[in-house]
């Protein structure tokens, strides 16, 4: 059972940035693909960013351009770091592992314009 961890949400003001953590229970995160996801209220959950095992990146047109996958292998965490913050931002972001279908609980980030 791998357990994920997400932290970093908040509530900031629409233009700044925040970096959302994916801490895992992972031995070793670099040989898995890694995503984050997102679901704003009353919305079907969406994708985010999604790094690869060899560290190909992608992202939903929504964010591209001012979000960034990232991940540190030494502390099994992934990162999604996001600037530009604007009120469509607004969701619970949720961290993912596609092997298994392994979510994590969420963090809430929250943009006032």
């Known amino acids: 059972q791998v357990q994920l961890v997400e932290s970093g949400g908040s509530l900031v003001q629409a233009g700044e940035s925040l970096r959302l953590s994916c801490a895992t229970s992972?031995?070793?995160?670099?040989?898995?693909?890694m995503a984050w996801y997102r679901q704003a209220p009353g919305k079907y959950r969406e994708f985010v960013a999604i790094?690869?095992?060899?560290?190909?990146?992608r992202y939903a047109d929504a964010v591209k351009g001012r979000s960034t996958i990232s991940r540190d292998n030494a502390k099994n965490t992934v990162f999604l770091q996001m600037s530009s913050l604007e009120s469509k931002d607004t969701a619970v972001y949720y961290c993912?592992?596609?092997?298994?279908?392994?979510w994590g609980q969420g963090t809430q980030v929250t943009v006032s314009s």
């Open positions: 993912h592992r596609p092997l298994w279908d392994y």
């Open positions: 992972e031995t070793n995160v670099r040989l898995h693909d």
């Open positions: 790094m690869t095992s060899r560290g190909a990146t």
